[in-house]
């Protein structure tokens, strides 16, 4: 009923940059318009529309300005980190359910400036969860990620040299990528392990880039797709996930907190998969924060508990090693859209013309925010 | 006490009881009222047994640390001002899995600022204690009791 029964036919990209003039809602065009131009499909064909909850640009600017015709599909994946893979696998739902025929999602995002964070929103009184943790001085999502990363260190014994090569690797990939905000800048391990911290053991280079553009994808149903301009990538399996008792961001409330969302998603995942773990050729991993990485390796199946660290630090993580990981640089050295480039990455990668190409890749996995309620997709050329 | 910090709303009905109490130095922990399991932070139906009935059960507020954060700039300018500080989060002794995030003090005037990531470990003991930061809230923070 879903497996291969959808396919990426598009995918549109604007310039990233810190800071760009254009609006999000002028970028989300830019970005929709070059998706189906990439795919050879007409604005008008579009009738499904799927986004992230905190996207801010509405569906029907969207659609009356790209110029789409009547729309049958309209949803919204929760949150941001862990959103996107749960909008693309709504889309791909909605048209293997035959409810929708060609679908569109995108993420429009202009955080270069310092008040767009959302950790600069704080509000003066706190009504929801964040109650418990933000007046206590957990302000910002690299302090929610300090926590459980210092309680990994303590279980596991993870070294900070073996966490450096999440960041190493992932710059390594954005030095082959001229898009990339940090194409020009190289990263050594001493540079690493002499940066700031912001909140230790966490320093600058474990943080994604502050960052604006947009990203947007074209799906369709497989047996349209072949009739596309670009080869199409089909979507092979899909899950969301939110374990037990998770609460978000702060997840420190489970019996096993370690045990993230992406356990949950990773199982139901691979239950729907003909492709396991070891016929991963190459993977994009969430990386708004350097342990989630290693943290995803685990809960994915690449490694055991606790082995992530050591996995990295053999190189794994590089052209060449056993898993490529992030292979455009990713959250940490190509652009912050919330994952969304990982998705168009994976495309490229199944297509073969990534710029760092990974030889015969013909599987990939997607991965969307460790902690956080999140989602994943298996994708095969 | 702090100029510009985010407080949290004390007059939610789900979680006043806390507030309350804190407000007295007190440490209470929502608990079921038909099967008794405890719960934090605070929900309007037992997990387990579905119940709305809820109590509150007074607790000695010892734990320990189950992970700590340390952050620094850039911050919001509330908590810049008092870098370097710590955030704790505590594991109940009386149940390990209640964990309460609250800032680490030291010192006979319980000051916050001034502590670096080499003061504290996982695994040393807290007491928990209320400071006041507004008229209508006391917030949890850890007392640190000795290095392990």
């Known amino acids: 009923m879903f497996k291969d029964k959808t396919a990426i036919v598009g995918i549109g990209e604007t310039t990233f940059a810190k800071n760009l003039e254009e609006s999000e809602f002028q970028l989300a065009c830019r970005a929709i318009k070059a998706a189906l131009d990439d795919a050879g499909i007409a604005p008008g064909e579009v009738d499904a529309l799927s986004c992230y909850t905190y996207e801010e640009t509405p569906e029907f600017e969207v659609a009356r300005s790209v110029g789409m015709g009547d729309v049958h599909y309209l949803s919204q994946s929760p949150h941001g980190g862990g959103a996107g893979c749960g909008a693309i696998g709504h889309l791909a739902l909605s048209i293997a359910a035959g409810i929708a025929n060609v679908g569109v999602v995108w993420r429009s995002r202009k955080r270069g400036s310092p008040t767009k964070r959302l950790w600069a929103g704080v509000n003066s009184v706190v009504t929801d969860h964040w109650k418990w943790t933000r007046p206590q001085g957990l302000v910002r999502p690299v302090d929610e990620v300090a926590v459980l990363t210092r309680r990994y260190m303590h279980e596991y014994g993870l070294k900070r040299e073996e966490l450096a090569e999440v960041a190493l690797a992932m710059r390594k990939f954005a030095r082959n990528n001229p898009k990339a905000l940090m194409h020009a800048r190289a990263l050594t391990l001493d540079q690493y392990m002499e940066a700031r911290m912001i909140s230790d053991p966490l320093c600058l280079f474990d943080n994604c880039l502050e960052s604006d553009g947009a990203i947007a994808l074209v799906l369709t149903r497989s047996d349209r797709a072949t009739d596309c301009a670009k080869p199409p990538v089909y979507i092979h399996a899909f899950s969301q996930g939110m374990t037990a008792q998770h609460q978000l961001m702060t997840d420190y409330h489970s019996a096993d907190p370690l045990r993230s969302s992406s356990w949950a998603c990773a199982e139901n995942l691979w239950r729907q998969s003909d492709i396991g773990p070891a016929d991963i050729d190459v993977a994009q991993l969430y990386d708004a924060f350097a342990p989630l990485v290693l943290f995803s390796l685990e809960a994915y199946g690449f490694c055991g508990r606790g082995e992530a660290g050591a996995f990295a630090a053999e190189g794994n993580l590089r052209a060449g090693g056993k898993l490529p990981v992030n292979t455009s640089g990713g959250s940490l050295s190509e652009i912050y859209l919330h994952g969304m480039n990982l998705a168009t990455e994976a495309v490229k990668q199944l297509r073969g013309d990534a710029l760092t190409q990974i030889e015969g890749a013909s599987t990939c996995l997607v991965t969307s925010c460790d902690t956080t309620p999140n989602g994943a997709l298996v994708l095969r050329n | ?148």
């Not at chain 2, 789900?14 to 007190?26: H, M, P, Q, V, Y």
């Open chain 2, 1 to 148: 006490m702090i100029e510009g910090m985010p407080l949290p709303a004390t007059d939610d009905p789900l979680d006043r009881e806390f507030w309350s109490k804190a407000r007295d130095g007190k440490l209470v922990v929502q608990a079921c009222g038909d099967c008794g399991t405890s719960r934090f932070p605070p929900r309007p139906m037992c997990p387990h047994c579905q119940s709305e009935n809820v109590t509150w059960r007074d607790d000695p507020g010892t734990a320990t640390i189950w992970s700590f954060a340390t952050p620094r700039p850039p911050l919001l300018p509330a908590f810049e001002a008092i870098t370097p500080y710590i955030t704790v989060i505590g594991a109940l002794d009386s149940d390990p899995m209640i964990r309460i995030a609250g800032m680490a003090v030291t010192g006979a005037d319980d000051a916050f600022t001034g502590l670096t990531a080499e003061d504290v470990e996982i695994g040393q003991p807290l007491t928990i204690h209320f400071q006041t930061v507004s008229p209508d809230c006391a917030l949890p923070v850890w007392r640190l009791g000795p290095r392990i």
